[in-house]
């Protein structure tokens, strides 16, 4: 799973973000470079992968 490192934030792709305009079903990598974590709005290069 991909954690944003500032807030603990799991991106899932089966949900996606809707509010930012990604579709459920998105792979953490087909999302584009300059999303920003929903909740503090951190960068998609602060997001780790870390194991489930």
């Not at 089966?14 to 579709?23: F, K, L, M, Q, R």
């Not at 709005?41 to 870390?50: H, L, M, Q």
């Given at each position: 799973?991909?954690?944003?490192?500032?807030?603990?934030?799991?991106?899932?792709?089966?949900?996606?973000?809707?509010?930012?305009?990604?579709?459920?079903?998105?792979?953490?990598?087909?999302?584009?470079d300059?999303?920003?974590?929903?909740?503090?709005?951190?960068?998609?290069?602060?997001?780790?992968f870390?194991?489930?």
């Amino acid at each position: 799973m991909w954690m944003c490192m500032n807030c603990g934030h799991v991106y899932e792709p089966e949900e996606g973000d809707p509010v930012s305009g990604i579709a459920p079903g998105t792979p953490f990598e087909d999302i584009p470079d300059d999303w920003f974590c929903p909740l503090c709005g951190a960068k998609k290069s602060d997001f780790e992968f870390v194991e489930d």
